[in-house]
């Protein structure tokens, strides 16, 4: 490797020195106006092709070409967006119809509970009804029956106290005069005449 | 005993003398490599927008992202009325750019070390960039020279030094470059110099500064191409746009 850059740098030194003893003009070649109006010609020359080359051939071709990148991946993220947007919307249709199934489903079943209770409700009353009326009836009829019982053993005890009566004495009492003693206990109250 | 670092930069005449009337415009090292920068963009770009995929391939890659490049570069600077111009500057980066990295080759010659190619060139821009402001700002233009917000007392002052600048900016614009590439060359070359005298004992040394200065003189030749682009970018910019 060293020796391989030694031997470069002998054989460039020979550029080199050729150059030392070529070199002999002081001061800056630049201020030398030999070559000027050659310069000066040669720049506009060469500037002038490359500026209307590139202006009317190539920079409008890179320039359409950007565009039409750009409108490619314009329309892509459009088209991406449609789709997005799209399956998006199917996504809400979904959850619309599913919501709405839940509610007619909830519907039903509320619907059917309401009718089941109404039913139950209606004929708990049915039966209500016909039991207060039967025990309306009951009681009318006992209520009959106690008014009726009083006047009944009224007529029992005066029946049977004249009988006995009879068979006691062995004479006719007179009916009215014993209807007027039972009243009169009846009246007073049984427990007090009949004891224990 | 070392070689002259200034021969580098000395033009010749290739092939004939041509001449019209009592002007010399012969055929000389510099006009070759002006055609040959020129002949390089030309194809390069010319391959770069050939077929359009929508995958770019390297040399359609390096055509599109240049282009992009100094579209940005106007845009920022400038704004979207310096559209029209985006050719010219365009062409003007790219034929600079080239010239300076055509340079680096060793056994070429740097057009753009020359201060009368510089001085065409930025002479054009000013030259042009003044004919715009007046044909789109009419005697309006004038009004450059007078920034806003200045005190009255210091006004005069104030419109001779922006006068100044102004009138000087064609120089500026072509010294920067001129100087760059040629202080860049001669110290390359001085360098060189160095590495042959010392000989391979002590010649190792200016050896890598040799080479860290060929990094640092791509880098410059970058630099200054975008540099000449961008202050033409802002002369447009003040024709067009008028913002003092």
Redesign the interface.
Same mark, same amino acid.
Not at chain 1, 24 to 30: I, K, L, N, R, V
Not at chain 1, 61 to 66: M, Q
């Given at each position: 490797m060293i020796k391989k850059i $030694?031997f470069q740098?002998i054989f $460039?030194?020979f550029f $080199?020195l050729k150059? @030392?003893f070529?070199?002999?003009? #002081? #001061?800056?070649?630049?201020? +030398?106006p030999?070559?000027? %109006?050659? /310069?000066?010609?040669? &720049? =506009?020359l060469? $500037?002038g *092709?490359?500026?209307i @080359? &590139?202006?009317k &051939? *190539?920079?409008p071709? %890179? =320039?359409? +070409?950007?565009e &039409?990148?750009k409108s /490619?991946i314009q329309e892509n993220i459009e088209a991406a967006e449609k789709q997005r947007q799209s399956s998006e919307a199917k996504l809400k249709e979904y959850e619309e119809i599913v919501v709405k199934s839940k509610i007619e489903a909830k519907n039903i079943f509320k619907d059917a509970r309401e009718k089941a209770l109404k039913n139950i409700n209606s004929k708990k009353e049915n039966l209500d009804q016909q039991i207060d009326e039967e025990i309306k009836k009951a009681e009318k009829e006992i209520d009959v029956l106690k008014k009726n019982a009083p006047e009944k053993i009224n007529k029992i005890a005066i029946e049977t106290s004249s009988e006995i009566l009879k068979k006691l004495i062995g004479a006719d009492v007179n009916n009215s005069s014993i209807s007027a003693i039972v009243d009169d206990l009846s009246k007073r109250g049984g427990n007090k005449y009949y004891g224990n | 005993m070392a070689a002259n670092p200034m021969t580098q930069f000395e033009v010749y005449r290739i092939g004939p003398e041509i001449k019209i009337g009592s002007f010399d415009i012969s055929f000389t090292n510099a006009s070759l490599f002006m055609v040959i920068s020129s002949l390089a963009i030309l194809i390069i770009f010319n391959l770069g927008s050939k077929k359009n995929s929508l995958l770019p391939n390297k040399i359609q890659l390096l055509a599109e992202l240049s282009y992009t490049f100094v579209s940005k570069m106007i845009s920022d600077t400038a704004g979207s009325k310096a559209k029209p111009y985006f050719a010219f500057i365009f062409s003007l980066f790219m034929f600079v750019l080239f010239c300076n990295m055509f340079g680096m080759i060793p056994y070429t010659f740097t057009v753009t070390s020359h201060i009368i190619v510089t001085f065409v060139l930025a002479a054009f821009i000013f030259i042009g960039v003044t004919i715009i402001g007046f044909i789109k700002h009419g005697f309006g233009y004038l009004k450059l020279f007078v920034p806003s917000g200045v005190p009255v007392v210091l006004l005069p002052l104030i419109v001779i030094i922006e006068i100044i600048s102004y009138l000087s900016r064609p120089i500026s614009l072509s010294v920067r470059l001129f100087a760059n590439m040629m202080a860049g060359h001669t110290m390359m070359k001085v360098f060189g110099g160095f590495v042959i005298s010392l000989g391979i004992v002590g010649g190792w040394l200016p050896l890598s500064f040799s080479v860290a200065l060929t990094g640092l003189e791509i880098l410059v030749a970058f630099l200054q191409a975008y540099v000449f682009a961008i202050l033409t970018c802002i002369y447009l910019n003040d024709a067009l746009n008028l913002h003092h």
């Open positions: $030694f740098s $460039f030194n $080199f150059e @030392v070529s070199a002999e003009s #002081g #001061g800056m070649p630049q201020l +030398n030999e070559f000027w %109006i050659s /310069q000066i010609f040669w &720049l =506009s060469t $500037f *092709i490359l500026y @080359v &590139l202006s &051939l *190539i920079l071709k %890179i =320039s359409a +070409n950007l &039409l990148r /490619q | -």
